[in-house]
């Protein structure tokens, strides 16, 4: 059964960097798409980004230059860096898996979520 | 890419059955069979519950169901229950540089 634990600073200043970590427990790391999505309060869901094993990416054209997201296959890790955060960018933050190398394009399963607020 | 169309909210009685919309556009719902629909309960992760417009996760309640019509999918909850209550989204490949998009969601009532 595999796991996603995901964790990251909650509270930023406008300006600062966001920086998440989700790590993948019980499964294959290779053979599938990682990814993040976000959710500010109250609102609906908007897809951030993803990566494989190899470090392929693909991003959000809305957040495409600020956002960065890697992969460490040595701890079956991926992160997200988002730069120069605002308070538009105020959500929880999930990470979750996408078996899309397989033609698949589902989000399963999903982190625990981790609140970023941004606030001066 | 916009988000996909869903209503703001549904309700229905115990034992009733509900059906939730989704309406896209030929480049995402109407486009591809990739269409998925997610149950989140206030402060949890969403949870996949249909993708491939039509097919469940193993150990998700038959009385989930899902279809597609053009560019219209939708999510039927047969047999209502007070664990029903929750948002719905739906989210779809879409062949813009997006990638996925989200339904606007779903509030379910259980009444």
């Known amino acids: 059964q595999v796991q996603l634990q995901q964790w990251g600073a909650g509270l930023l200043k406008p300006s600062e960097t966001l920086s998440l970590t989700c790590a993948v427990y019980?499964?294959?790391?290779?053979?599938?798409?990682w990814t993040w999505v976000r959710q500010p309060p109250g609102k609906g869901l908007e897809w951030i980004g993803e990566?494989?094993?190899?470090?392929?990416?693909n991003s959000n054209p809305s957040l495409k230059s600020r956002v960065i997201i890697s992969v460490d296959t040595s701890k079956n890790h991926f992160s997200l860096k988002l730069i120069s955060v605002t308070a538009a960018d105020t959500a929880v933050y999930y990470c979750a898996r996408v078996p899309r190398n397989n033609g698949n394009n589902w989000f399963d399963p999903w982190g625990q979520g981790t609140l970023v607020t941004v606030s001066s | 890419q916009s988000a996909l169309t869903q209503p703001a909210s549904v309700s229905g009685s115990p034992g009733q059955s509900i059906t939730i919309s989704c309406t896209g556009t030929?480049?995402?719902?109407?486009?591809?069979?990739?269409v998925s629909w997610y149950q989140q309960h206030p402060g949890k992760a969403p949870k996949l519950m249909i993708y491939d417009v039509t097919d469940r996760p193993s150990g998700v309640s038959d009385r989930f169901s899902g279809s597609k019509s053009g560019n219209t999918a939708s999510l039927t909850i047969s047999g209502l229950q007070a664990e029903d209550e929750a948002d719905y989204y739906c989210?779809?490949?879409?062949?813009?540089?997006?990638?996925?998009?989200f339904g606007t969601g779903t509030k379910v009532t259980v009444l």
């Open positions: 989210s779809s490949y879409t062949s813009s540089s997006t990638l996925y998009v």
């Open positions: 990566i494989n094993h190899s470090g392929s990416t």
């Open positions: 019980g499964g294959s790391f290779s053979g599938y798409y």
């Open positions: 030929s480049s995402d719902v109407g486009g591809y069979n990739y």
